[in-house]
């Protein structure tokens, strides 16, 4: 597709379940980020990825969120042992990634999560 | 890190007035302000940005202006529609990464 693809658009799960997410940027970006964004939130940043260089994590909330970046294509975020506050819309984005260009940021539906 | 702030967190307008909404950002070395549009579960999409060579930028019946010394930039909507009404997000990028950081969003409302 031309798009950013997120998948499962939902999720419910229970507490203590480990989820997955996966994003399916669009093809050539070289760039790909993960948001978080809670009910009425802002967009809470979680971990970017660019090209073959070291993620920057700075922004996973703790050790149980962890993702990866397959042949700079797809990334998958994985939530092991999940807490209700959890529960958010985790959006990917991906852009060009071109350091000092253009920046505009493209972005999925999101996939959102619900932890009973 | 950069911290993005701001304000107003919600703005009510009628028709065919303007609607001004306020950022700020800490980190001088921030040198790219884009701002999105998050229609109701939709996805953000970029408005407007601006680079930080540049005061000022419009689009029709959109502007940003950037105040590089004061460390704040704004988004003007012009001659407000209901189809204005959405979640407007800025977001600042550093200088030494390609890193993007949001402020909490205003929720904008355009009364007919």
């Known amino acids: 597709g031309a798009g950013v693809s997120q998948s499962p658009s939902n999720k419910v799960t229970e507490k203590g379940k480990d989820v997955e997410l996966r994003c399916d940027p669009i093809s050539g970006h070289t760039a790909l980020y993960w948001y978080r964004q809670s009910l009425g939130q802002g967009l809470e940043f979680l971990i970017y990825?660019?090209?073959?260089?070291?993620?920057?994590k700075s922004g996973l909330p703790s050790d149980r969120f962890s993702a990866e970046r397959t042949g700079g294509s797809v990334s998958t975020l994985t939530i092991q042992r999940t807490q209700q506050e959890d529960s958010a819309v985790y959006l990917c984005?991906?852009?060009?990634?071109?350091?000092?260009?253009?920046?505009?940021?493209?972005f999925g539906e999101g996939s959102r999560l619900t932890v009973l | 890190g950069e911290n993005v702030e701001q304000h107003p967190s919600t703005l009510s307008v009628q028709e065919g007035d303007s609607a001004v909404i306020k950022c700020t950002y800490s980190d001088s070395a921030s040198n790219y302000f884009p701002w999105y549009k998050q229609e109701l579960g939709k996805r953000p999409q970029l408005i407007i940005d601006i680079r930080s060579n540049v005061g000022e930028k419009k689009d029709q019946r959109i502007a940003v202006t950037l105040n590089k010394t004061a460390k704040h930039f704004s988004l003007h909507i012009t001659e407000t529609q209901p189809e204005d009404s959405a979640v407007y997000f800025c977001?600042?990028?550093?200088?030494?990464?390609?890193?993007?950081?949001f402020g909490t969003g205003t929720s904008l409302t355009v009364i007919p």
């Open positions: 984005a991906s852009s060009p990634g071109l350091a000092g260009g253009a920046g505009e940021l493209f």
């Open positions: 990825f660019q090209g073959n260089s070291a993620p920057d």
């Open positions: 977001a600042a990028r550093g200088n030494t990464g390609n890193q993007f950081y």
